[in-house]
């Protein structure tokens, strides 16, 4: 099984909907993060926390929003999504302390907002 | 600012064919240096990080030096196969000061049987 899993896979939605993307890990990380990746841009961070009471801001937060239910799990909120949040979304996870700097990533989701 | 610089893809290669993928870096502090892989359908995956200047990271044939003085990073394989077949992306890492990670567009790699 995967260590860090992303549901769903795909998604198609419409202009003003709510999604949400959820991210899993069984690799007992207490760090995890979300990431977009567009086309030439390589990826961008949109949050990040460090363990259940701690959410952090990326690079581009703006439209987007986050959960950490649990150490194991990390969801990204489209509140109103709008066309220029297509892109391919990443969860990855890390461990604190030097070990920390080696990310894992999800296999990605890949959305489309019509 | 930070930034990273790759050089633009697509790099075709037949195989056995030796691979360089540059990356240069402009950096305030002391930053970790990494290469990471993405294989089709899939997330990124590390392949190979230096700490330090003038630490060589190696992986899978795969290798890449931390030089600051060139401030680069650039990937190299001596035989390349189609299964190296991916995108490759260069990223840096800053331990202090909060968290910061900054990746470079990527270099897909078609290599040809």
Redesign the interface.
């Known amino acids: 099984d995967a260590d860090?899993t992303q549901t769903p896979r795909n998604r198609i939605t419409k202009t003003g909907k709510r999604i949400m993307l959820e991210c899993s890990q069984t690799k007992g990380h207490d760090r995890m993060y979300w990431y977009r990746q567009d086309p030439?841009?390589?990826?961008?961070?949109i949050y990040?926390s460090?363990d259940v009471k701690d959410i952090?801001k990326g690079e581009i937060s703006d439209g987007y929003s986050v959960s950490r239910q649990a150490q194991a799990k990390f969801s990204l909120s489209l509140e109103s999504a709008i066309p220029n949040q297509t892109a391919l979304y990443?969860c990855?996870t890390s461990t604190s302390g030097?070990a920390g700097?080696?990310?894992?990533?999800?296999?990605?989701t890949r959305l489309l907002v019509l | 600012g930070d930034s990273?610089t790759q050089m633009e893809g697509p790099v075709t290669l037949s195989e056995e064919a030796f691979l360089t993928i540059n990356c240069t870096y402009t950096a305030t502090g002391y930053p970790?240096l990494?290469w990471?892989v993405q294989y089709p359908?899939?997330?990124?995956?590390?392949l190979l990080?230096a700490?330090k200047a003038d630490d060589k990271g190696s992986n899978k044939g795969f290798e890449a030096t931390y030089r600051k003085e060139t401030t680069s990073f650039h990937l190299e394989k001596g035989s390349v196969q189609v299964s190296d077949s991916a995108v490759y992306?260069c990223a840096l890492?800053w331990?202090t000061g909060g968290?910061k990670?900054i990746?470079?567009?990527?270099t897909r790699l078609f290599v040809k049987a």
């Open positions: 860090v030439g841009l390589g990826l961008r961070l990040y460090f952090n990443f990855a030097r700097e080696t990310q894992y990533f999800g296999p990605g | 990273v970790s990494f990471y359908g899939e997330g990124l995956q590390l990080k700490t992306f890492h331990r968290f990670t990746f470079g567009a990527g």
